[in-house]
């Protein structure tokens, strides 16, 4: 067990030291499709990496995500197995991730205690939400169906080892606006000539903020934030032009479809009031994560017979994930492993200083093995 679980570190440093960016991963694809090919699983290469593995007769299937990107962060950590790309770092744990799936593939390898097919897929560029559905617009689900997938992400601040998921909508989607307005610009000492865009700009902004605390039912979860306001002006210039840009979340579809109706609402409310332009582009990069009943109960069960501290019913979370596309299409759990609650272990996805922790690795690939052996048993000899 320590072998292994050395073995595991070992290729979590390296994927560590050798972070690629989303639609760049091209070395950490190479390195994962060797490392299946070794333990004799069938590998497929595209936009992602999607290995094989069928043991007996059985008609069955399920898939396994892990995301192979890492961020735009310039790491400052200590440890000595640092990012050698400075502006690049595993700040999410994807490393670990993809570590504890490669694991799991060698223990179901190397022990086929199974009847069916697993599904490993290696997913690219899941931090701007492109990867899931560059991998199913390549024809994924139907090249190799399954009937199941789950993904484990790590949770910073939850004790190590901890295994938590829920019923239902596990984490919201992520959308992007952009409003750009356009007014009449002039001198500062004379606003009474124009309409500057600043004055209506800021009049969008507050109004904005009454979307979720008046539009919206108590306890909805959604957030509408303004992030950057962009002008024209200058020190005793009147903007004529502005462009507020910011995120939406939401924790249900149709909240996500209302946010967007009333801002547009008041979009074009605010701009018809001072007889101005403006334009509001409202774009979805993350959709809701949903997880199914069957496979979240199965994966509760599973965690409770490993002896895994289990959380079934933990809160929803507030970030948003790219499998969500893959459970919009197949039934789905998305479940989150405690990574640790001191030092980097315990601070915070993308922060600079995070790190995913060593000790869970062989946690996650043997849960991921436990998995496979109860959703795929072998089936009873009959004679």
Request: hydrophobic share 40%; glycine share 10%; with cysteine.
């Amino acid at each position: 067990m320590k072998d292994f679980h050395d073995k595991l570190t070992k290729l979590r440093h390296e994927f560590h030291r050798n972070p690629e960016l989303g639609f760049e991963e091209v070395a950490t694809k190479a390195k994962v499709a060797t490392i299946l090919r070794d333990l004799g699983i069938e590998v497929h290469e595209g936009a992602g990496v999607v290995g094989i593995l069928k043991v007996g007769d059985g008609n069955r299937a399920i898939g396994l995500r892990a995301d192979m990107d890492a961020l735009p962060i310039n790491e400052a950590s200590q440890h000595d197995y640092v990012s050698q790309d400075p502006g690049k770092m595993h700040a999410c744990g994807h490393d670990g991730h993809m570590t504890m799936l490669l694991g799991a593939a060698e223990i179901l390898a190397k022990s086929p205690d199974f009847d069916g097919t697993v599904v490993f897929i290696f997913q690219p560029n899941e931090e701007h939400g492109l990867g899931a559905l560059a991998m199913i617009d390549e024809g994924l689900l139907e090249r190799f169906p399954i009937e199941e997938v789950y993904a484990i992400h790590n949770l910073p601040g939850a004790p190590a080892g901890q295994l938590s998921t829920r019923t239902g909508q596990i984490c919201t989607s992520e959308s992007l606006f952009e409003i750009e307005i356009s007014g009449q610009g002039g001198h500062a000492s004379m606003p009474h000539v124009g309409v500057d865009a600043i004055t209506v700009g800021a009049e969008m902004v507050m109004a904005l903020q009454t979307i979720v605390s008046r539009k919206l039912a108590p306890g909805s979860g959604a957030v509408v934030s303004v992030t950057e306001f962009l002008t024209d002006g200058q020190r005793n210039v009147l903007p004529g032009h502005a462009t507020l840009k910011g995120d939406v979340r939401a924790r249900i579809p149709e909240d996500r479809q209302a946010v967007e109706r009333f801002m547009r609402q008041i979009v074009d409310g605010v701009a018809a009031t001072h007889n101005v332009t403006a334009r509001m582009n409202f774009r979805t990069e993350f959709i809701e994560t949903i997880n199914a009943p069957g496979p979240t109960e199965a994966v509760a069960n599973v965690a409770r017979a490993a002896g895994l501290d289990t959380i079934p019913d933990r809160p929803a979370m507030s970030f948003s994930e790219d499998f969500a596309h893959f459970c919009a299409a197949v039934p789905g759990c998305f479940i989150l492993l405690g990574n640790g609650q001191t030092g980097a272990n315990g601070q915070p996805l993308h922060a600079a200083d995070y790190d995913f922790n060593d000790a869970i690795l062989p946690i996650g690939a043997n849960f991921w093995a436990d998995l496979v052996r109860d959703r795929l048993p072998p089936r009873k000899d009959t004679k």
